[in-house]
């Protein structure tokens, strides 16, 4: 059951904290998306990777949040230093390049900034 | 800036009767059009994409696209309570995905 991993489910930490947010995508596919969720402002693109390339990072605080892909099973987001304002859900997506571009999220990470 | 406009709702339709709801986007040149299933406190799911003018069709869900008019919509018939969750339409603007703000809907019983 093919499926994208995310790692935590839930994170609180204290302001100031770093966080480290971890994603395995699905086998096989080649770009990874991650998304902020808030009530208020939906689902906001935060960065995405082709080929373990960075494509656009143009939706995320450059001064405080680094996107990376080590590897190709490996995606992060890291945020340093957290602020509460940086609580919401953080999803993960991945899909296959090409004329079909359907994502596929992972479960999310729930992250509260105290 | 690229938008993908949808009404909040909430939608409340009787089971069993036909649910539609509607999107629209700004960008002519999109190609791709998608609409995700969104169950409270879970992650998005997708339930159906189109990239053609017209209908198409997968079980009870239908998805519409009129690209003259930047404009797609889904249709869910025979509405059950299981439908009850937030509808989100994505659109595709140079290889990435927009989503709108999301439509609640909810079916009673």
């Known amino acids: 059951d093919a499926r994208v991993t995310q790692t935590p489910r839930h994170k609180v930490t204290e302001m100031g904290q770093e966080v480290t947010m971890r994603c395995q995508p699905i086998?096989?596919?080649?770009?990874v998306f991650w998304y902020r969720q808030t009530m208020m402002q939906g689902l906001e693109l935060l960065a995405y990777?082709?080929?373990?390339?960075?494509?656009?990072d143009s939706g995320m605080p450059k001064d405080r949040f680094s996107a990376e892909m080590p590897d190709a099973t490996l995606a992060t987001l890291k945020i340093q230093p957290s602020e509460p304002r940086d609580s919401a859900v953080y999803f993960c997506?991945?899909?296959?390049?090409?004329?079909?571009?359907?994502?596929?999220f992972g479960s999310g990470t729930q992250l509260s900034v105290l | 800036q690229k938008e993908v406009e949808q009404n909040s709702g909430p939608l409340s339709v009787p089971e069993g009767a036909i649910a539609s709801l509607n999107c629209t986007y700004s960008?002519?040149?999109?190609?791709?059009f998608f609409w995700y299933r969104q169950y409270s406190g879970k992650s998005p799911e997708l339930i159906m994409s189109?990239?053609?003018?017209g209908d198409k069709e997968d079980g009870r869900f239908t998805a519409q696209l009129n690209k003259a008019s930047q404009y797609v919509s889904l249709l869910i018939r025979d509405s059950q309570p299981s439908d009850s969750a937030t509808y989100l339409c994505?659109?595709?603007?140079?290889?990435?995905?927009?989503f709108g703000a999301g439509t609640i809907l909810r079916v009673k019983s």
């Open positions: 997506a991945s899909g296959r390049q090409g004329y079909q571009k359907e994502l596929f």
């Open positions: 086998l096989g596919h080649n770009t």
């Open positions: 990777f082709r080929n373990r390339a960075p494509l656009d």
């Open positions: 960008d002519r040149g999109s190609q791709s």
């Open positions: 189109i990239y053609s003018n």
């Open positions: 994505a659109v595709e603007y140079g290889n990435k995905l927009v």
